[in-house]
């Protein structure tokens, strides 16, 4: 079983990369993040045509989130239980007998800044909620953006983005109080290439100069660590013209 993370960056922009990624690596979940679109404008039938099912939730310019599979999700949950978001971050389904949560963490903006503070208040609120969603179901994986870098091994240059958004020690201590929860970093289970990350800047040429990120995660729970064989990001899309910023990541799981 693949389930994949993606950050799109909008999907109208990039559909036809979706597809076409799709179509060659044929996932059996792929999330998306940052949709960018309203659900009147999700492209239901372009899906449905190369045989994906698509559960969606969006809104105009900012968020919107997304799972595709060839069979339909079930029990699919499209907000943070008992926590008032306006914006669309959040969606989870059932498939295959393994619950796949997608998220896409607020950015923060900076340091400090208002944003960052709801930031923290969102990440204490989507714990609690995965906390519930794991007691119902012991096959669990949290795919999404995350906007933190889990360590710094994950940062290109840790000294530059010491204490800086997206890699401060109050992300980090919220990231790591989500995992306690039961859950595996599923791309450090396996041996990794160096100075490969899953974000990368459109400025400076970071993509070309290894200046990224590992934002975009796979997590797994206990039950399903034992059954994780791979866990990869895949750079090729990053190559495209008009790229996303962020690389699909995928788990593989032994799954009968």
Request: aromatic share 8%; charged share 30%.
């Amino acid at each position: 079983m693949k389930i994949t993370s993606w950050n799109v960056n909008s999907l109208k922009v990039r559909l036809e990369q979706v597809i076409e990624w799709l179509e060659q690596h044929k996932p059996d979940v792929l999330g998306l993040q940052e949709t960018k679109l309203t659900d009147d404008k999700f492209p239901v039938d372009a899906f449905r045509e190369i045989g994906y099912h698509a559960a969606f939730s969006g809104q105009p310019t900012y968020n919107g989130v997304a799972l595709l599979s060839p069979a339909p999700g079930q029990s699919l949950t499209k907000e943070i239980d008992q926590f008032e978001d306006p914006h669309k971050r959040v969606i989870a389904g059932t498939y295959q007998d393994v619950r796949v949560i997608n998220l896409y963490v607020v950015n923060g903006k900076a340091v400090g800044d208002e944003k960052y503070q709801w930031k923290l208040k969102w990440l204490e609120a989507v714990t609690r909620w995965i906390e519930q969603e794991r007691q119902q179901h012991e096959q669990l994986v949290v795919i999404g953006d995350f906007n933190i870098a889990p360590e710094d091994r994950d940062v290109h240059d840790p000294d530059a983005w010491r204490d800086k958004i997206l890699c401060s020690e109050p992300e980090r201590a919220a990231l790591q109080k989500m995992i306690e929860l039961g859950l595996h970093d599923s791309y450090r289970l396996f041996e990794q290439p160096d100075r490969v990350y899953s974000w990368y800047d459109y400025r400076q040429m970071a993509f070309r100069r290894k200046m990224g990120l590992r934002i975009d995660l796979c997590l797994v729970s206990d039950a399903l660590k034992p059954r994780c064989t791979a866990s990869h990001i895949d750079l090729e899309p990053r190559r495209n013209e008009r790229p996303s910023d962020h690389a699909p990541v995928t788990v593989e799981l032994a799954i009968p």
